[in-house]
């Protein structure tokens, strides 16, 4: 998606202070502060990875208007419906969805430090923002691996398909290293994240071919053209039916297991009255020391990072990377210069600010 990223000449707010904001705009929601807390730091952290698509830009839209009309249901809580030893499935009850997958994978870590893995679904929940938050937060336990991934709205059409059946049902998955800086895979199954097509908008820019398809199901660069998502890889010919295949098992881990509804059949923005989205999430933890030493994990990890990591760039190119890498980069950058947010985006929160009775502090 390079040449139509958010600008870096945009003005900028420290991550702490726009981190603030969003907790005090959920407290006039209904959320209580400790929760607010949760749910801002899924948030701002998506802007902080550089993932402009899933931050703050989205907290009007799919949060704030949904929680003010009971789309979402600011007073529910995270239920246990089956439990086995490395098995949980939730019952979100049509809550706000960062808080409740943000303690779901709190428990899934949890049983995976007594049993060595766990697996869990939470059904009937909604938006939870970017899979890889989830996935990292395993990370905060020496030896421990996230897996995430969750189903939406339908934008991907199936290979051969019109019309979007399924939901760019993303896979995130964080494994530690010992010297090293962990490997990160937060990624669409989707050709790009929706996202992607509305910072384009945002910019005016032309999308590259084969992510996008307009209302006749035809390719498009368009992208106020674009009504739905090529799989990843695009086209059959360039083995799209691989993200189809992809986006189709996160679809029977999340909805199919927690009993939940299938992308073909979630709404957000567009429901009408209350009738809330269901989405749902899987979530696993793994604790290495199940399977290896971690002494001896870490060394072969450390090894295989480095490598590639020093192997030689293409002449096009300044260095070779693994997933995580671009995402630690912004992230520095950020914490030390604040975050970067389009106008267009300043201006909505402001308005959101002056409704809410929070001005906003940018």
Sequence with gaps: MAGYEEGDDYPRIPCDTLRDWVVDIFETCGIGREDSEIVADVLVESDLRGIASHGVPRLRRL??????????RADAKLTIVRETAATVTFDAGHGLGPLMAYKAMERTIQKARDAGVC???????????IAGYYATMALRFPGMAGIAMTN???LLVPTWGKEAMLSTAPIAAAFPAGEQDPFVLDAATTAV???KIEIARRLGATLPEGLAVDEHGQPTTDPFAARALMPLGGLRA???????????????LCSQLSGSLWSKKIVYSGARGQQHADTSHAFIAIDIQAFRPLDEYNASVDEMFATLRNAEPAEYAQRVMI??????ITLA??????????????????????????????
Aim: proline share 8%; with cysteine; glycine share 16%.
């Design 333 to 362: 950058d950020c914490l030390e210069r604040g975050i970067a947010l389009h106008p267009s985006v300043v201006e909505d929160l402001r308005e959101l600010g002056e409704e809410r009775g929070v001005p906003y502090p940018g």
């Design 238 to 252: 360039t083995s799209g039916q691989k993200g189809y295949g992809l986006a189709l098992l996160v679809e029977m």
């Design 323 to 328: 997933p995580g890498d671009p995402e630690a």
């Design 152 to 154: 939406a709205t339908p």
């Design 193 to 195: 994240a929706w996202g």
């Design 119 to 129: 697996l869990s679904t939470v059904g009937h929940s909604d938006h939870f923002g």
């Design 63 to 72: 949060y704030v208007d949904r929680l003010l009309n009971g789309t979402i």
